[in-house]
């Protein structure tokens, strides 16, 4: 939204009825928090973003990191795994555990967790087109340490949708990937009953370069995609809804972004009942992770970026969010080092100890400004979705590339600004400094993928080849049916079955996702 007013008064705001639209805190609409006491009860959880090289490798720094106070896990997969693709497949050549941890099978899983209770800690996984396959796996290895299926916490993201629009690590088409959006939705009902089986993201969106109000717009239409499809397949919506979450994105403008979460919550509440028809106050509320901006953060001056973290960080605990990640200063050269990372984390936690952001509830309600934004937000998105809607659609509109260009143009002007100077960027068009020295960077070692490949030909060596054929055969007879495929896809992985044997199965069905403009 754009307004150029430099001040705010009682005149904004004189159609404003604070029942209808703030409410209090945990109940309808949601603007002001989904629970009563948010943070006066207990903090978000802060749950570092993290994975690189092997298992072995991240299990050591998940393991720092929980000594030091984080109080969740959240799981970075390397660019194969989430293709679906084998450390050994030539495709994934130059890739492995470069951007996030390796997992080929349910043995590196194992790795990854080993000596970190499952039943204790609660683990958010990045991962979507192969979602359903690094849940059953953590789920094999949460039984191997003994616990409850029902005990389970955690998220997997799952959000294909957004996938097509901004990020790209899509495997099937549309129509079999939310067929098996829907199936997990259902497997989680009746098995993991505990886990958030979808986090429907915006972060990526506004990573590719939208507006706040498109952020809200195209994740919402993407929420609401998957509640229909889920419905088309026989679901009650207040069976599964109550496990939907959400991820933002965290940038620059404290207020925008603080009001941002406001209006987001608020009207994801109003699609669900007045839309939906959902009736259960639990479908209506919207609970969300955020993470502070990767996008925002810059190679020159990169201590600069501690400074927009904290930023970023306040207006996701001043917008009410569940849990948060903040970003290591150096990510923009490279992986986190254990030190940036130790600072990311310590930034939460001054944030949360001594800010006194944790003091009150929603402590922005009633600001004529915050207001006056939450509302413009609101309704900005509100027309979007409207125009999605005319399309078609969440899928129609991807389909014809809507949400793609309207991203492309957003970012198109936002770089203009930046290349102009309106848009100050310190240390890159402003308060430049020369012959800066550059901190270490995190270096994978270049011996690891051979490594991988290697313990991977073991894995496969070792494994009963005939047992694994008959269960990967009951892998494709579930996806040319209207059977659940996560059973048979959890046989075949207690069997040894691999990721890129899994996804292999459903391509033989579902086909390669190919964009067509």
């Known amino acids: 939204m754009t307004d150029d007013r430099t001040a705010y008064g009682p005149d904004d705001l004189r159609d404003f009825d604070p029942e209808a639209q703030l409410g209090s805190p945990g109940t309808y609409p949601y603007t002001r928090g989904p629970y009563p006491s948010m943070y006066t009860g207990r903090l978000w959880t802060m749950r570092q973003y993290a994975g690189f090289g092997t298992a072995a490798a991240t299990n050591e720094r998940f393991r720092g990191l929980l000594a030091a106070g984080q109080t969740g896990l959240s799981v970075a997969f390397d660019l194969p795994t989430q293709m679906g693709l084998d450390s050994d497949d030539p495709l994934a050549a130059g890739e492995v555990g470069k951007v996030?941890?390796?997992?080929?099978?349910?043995?590196?899983?194992?790795?990854?967790?080993?000596?970190?209770?499952?039943g204790e800690v609660s683990t958010s996984m990045t991962i979507n087109a192969t979602a359903s396959t690094l849940l059953l796996m953590y789920q094999l290895v949460a039984e191997d340490q003994?616990?409850?299926?029902?005990?389970?916490?955690?998220?997997?993201?799952?959000d294909i949708l957004k996938?097509?629009?901004?990020?790209?690590?899509?495997?099937?088409?549309?129509?079999?990937?939310?067929?098996?959006?829907?199936?997990i939705f259902e497997y989680c009902a009746a098995e993991v009953p505990s886990w958030n089986t979808i986090s429907i993201s915006g972060y990526h969106i506004r990573e590719a370069g939208s507006t706040a109000a498109q952020e809200i717009a195209f994740t919402l239409a993407n929420g609401l995609a998957y509640v229909a499809a889920a419905e088309e397949a026989g679901?009650?919506?207040?069976?599964?809804?109550?496990?939907?979450?959400?991820f933002w994105n965290a940038h620059n403008d404290i207020f925008?972004?603080?009001?941002?979460?406001?209006?987001?919550?608020?009207?994801?509440?109003?699609?669900?009942?007045?839309?939906v028809g959902a009736t259960r106050p639990a479908s209506w509320r919207m609970r969300f992770h955020t993470q502070t901006a990767g996008s925002s953060l810059t190679a020159q001056q990169p201590l600069n970026n501690i400074v927009r973290t904290s930023y970023q960080a306040l207006s996701a605990a001043l917008g009410g969010t569940q849990s948060l990640h903040t970003n290591s200063f150096d990510e923009a050269l490279g992986l986190p080092?254990?030190?940036?990372?130790?600072?990311?984390?310590?930034?939460?936690?001054i944030l949360g100890h001594e800010a006194g952001v944790a003091s009150t509830v929603d402590p922005l309600a009633g600001s004529y400004y915050v207001e006056t934004l939450t509302d413009g937000l609101e309704a900005d998105a509100l027309a979007l979705i409207e125009r999605i809607d005319e399309l078609g659609g969440a899928v129609a509109a991807i389909e014809a590339g809507f949400q793609q260009r309207e991203i492309e143009d957003a970012a198109y002007r936002h770089a203009m600004a930046v290349d102009s100077g309106e848009t100050v960027v310190v240390g890159v068009n402003a308060f430049e400094v020369g012959d800066e020295i550059q901190p270490e960077v995190t270096v994978v070692d270049p011996d690891l993928e051979r490594e991988q490949q290697a313990t991977l030909a073991r894995r496969k060596a070792?494994?009963?080849?005939?047992?694994?054929?008959?269960?990967?055969?009951?892998?494709?007879?579930?996806?040319?049916?209207?059977t659940n495929v996560l059973y048979p896809m959890k046989d075949a992985l207690e069997a040894g079955?691999?990721?890129g044997e899994i996804s292999g199965a459903l391509v033989s069905v579902f086909g390669r996702y190919i964009p067509s403009f």
């Open 163 to 183: 996938e097509y629009i901004a990020r790209g690590t899509y495997i099937y088409p549309a129509a079999p990937s939310m067929r098996v959006i829907t199936d």
């Open 462 to 482: 070792a494994r009963d080849g005939a047992a694994l054929e008959r269960r990967l055969d009951a892998v494709v007879d579930a996806a040319r049916s209207d």
């Open 100 to 118: 996030g941890v390796a997992i080929d099978t349910v043995d590196d899983l194992r790795t990854l967790f080993d000596g970190i209770p499952l």
């Open 497 to 499: 079955a691999s990721v």
């Open 337 to 349: 080092t254990e030190e940036s990372a130790m600072i990311a984390l310590r930034t939460q936690q």
């Open 235 to 246: 679901l009650d919506v207040d069976e599964f809804a109550p496990r939907l979450s959400f």
């Open 256 to 275: 925008v972004e603080a009001a941002k979460y406001r209006a987001a919550r608020r009207l994801w509440a109003r699609l669900m009942r007045e839309r």
């Open 146 to 158: 003994g616990v409850d299926a029902s005990d389970i916490r955690g998220t997997i993201q799952n």
